[in-house]
């Protein structure tokens, strides 16, 4: 039975005192930085400022691919930004991303520093960086970025959308989760449909469309995302798990998902990162 709403919107909206939920202290309707701090700078190359959400995760995996594949380039420092307490809004973390949202990533390799940010153009950067991960011409390279801003694009409605009103919202509601759980099948049943027919998501070869897509959807169907394996029916979805569990058995993938990571078991935390043995 739908909930009956009680609420009716204002002429002119006002941000409320508090609106509730995981995130409720760091919620805001205005850009910019709340304090001064600058971020700190290592060694490396390349200095990630991230946390290993499924966004994060993206470009660490994508570094240690690199890595793996003899790119030694690619050597990176990360740096924890821990969003729950608002790290992201400081003036040197603005200034990398005016968006306050990690991944976001400085480029000290050349002669001027280039920030990045947004994990789909980081990992386009550095595909592009080191001719790795991406075609580099004709219908294989457009199939990959198909299949990129196809998660950049839908992964909102999993993310904002169902994982904010299953798992973090103060209360559930019916309407909410029906939609966005009907929005998020939809999408895992075009992926698997996808996966059908091919090895990895954009063909034979793996990609960044691969990285940018695994921490999500192969999350959801390896149970590591929001609790819900059982609330979407994941078993039903046999081919992104086949493909969900090869890229899981990846050494790269492996280290990736530890970097950032201030949750979960112990021993698969790795809150800084600025050299392999960190990972070993």
């Known amino acids: 039975m739908a909930e009956q709403s009680t609420y009716v919107p204002p002429q002119v909206w006002t941000p409320p005192a508090s609106s509730g939920g995981t995130f409720a202290n760091i919620n805001r309707p205005v850009a910019g930085p709340t304090h001064?701090?600058?971020?700190?700078?290592?060694?490396?190359?390349?200095q990630l400022y991230s946390l290993a959400t499924p966004n994060g995760v993206k470009v660490t995996i994508m570094l240690e691919e690199l890595l793996a594949a003899g790119h030694s380039g690619a050597e990176y420092d990360a740096w924890l930004i821990r969003i729950n307490e608002?790290?992201?809004?400081?003036?040197?973390?603005?200034?990398?991303?005016?968006?306050?949202?990690?991944?976001?990533?400085?480029?000290?390799?050349?002669?001027?520093?280039?920030?990045?940010?947004?994990?789909?153009?980081?990992?386009?950067?550095?595909?592009?960086?080191?001719?790795?991960f991406l075609p580099k011409e004709g219908a294989a390279r457009a199939e990959t970025l198909n299949w990129l801003f196809w998660q950049m694009g839908s992964a909102p409605f999993v993310g904002g959308g169902f994982g904010h009103f299953y798992a973090y919202?103060?209360?559930?509601?019916?309407y909410p989760i029906d939609r966005y759980a009907m929005e998020t099948k939809r999408q895992l049943d075009v992926l698997d449909r996808q996966l059908a027919e091919?090895?990895?998501?954009?063909?034979d070869e793996y990609t960044i469309a691969d990285m940018a897509i695994w921490p999500w959807y192969g999350g959801l169907v390896l149970g590591q995302l929001y609790d819900a394996a059982e609330f979407l029916s994941v078993h039903e979805y046999k081919h992104i798990k086949r493909w969900a569990d090869?890229?899981?058995?990846?050494?790269?993938?492996?280290?990736?998902?530890?970097?950032?990571?201030?949750?979960?078991?112990?021993?698969?935390?790795?809150?800084?990162?600025?050299?392999?043995?960190?990972?070993?």
């Not at 091919?198 to 063909?203: D, E, I, N, P, S």
């Open 86 to 132: 608002g790290t992201q809004f400081s003036s040197g973390f603005v200034e990398v991303n005016p968006n306050s949202k990690i991944p976001a990533l400085l480029d000290r390799s050349g002669d001027t520093p280039v920030r990045v940010f947004e994990s789909g153009s980081i990992l386009m950067h550095l595909a592009e960086k080191f001719g790795a």
């Open 198 to 203: 091919h090895r990895y998501v954009a063909g």
């Open 36 to 46: 001064e701090q600058e971020l700190p700078v290592g060694k490396h190359p390349f």
């Open 169 to 174: 919202a103060p209360e559930k509601f019916q």
């Open 246 to 280: 090869e890229i899981a058995a990846r050494p790269a993938v492996i280290r990736g998902r530890k970097v950032n990571r201030s949750f979960g078991p112990e021993q698969d935390q790795v809150h800084e990162r600025h050299s392999a043995a960190d990972l070993d």
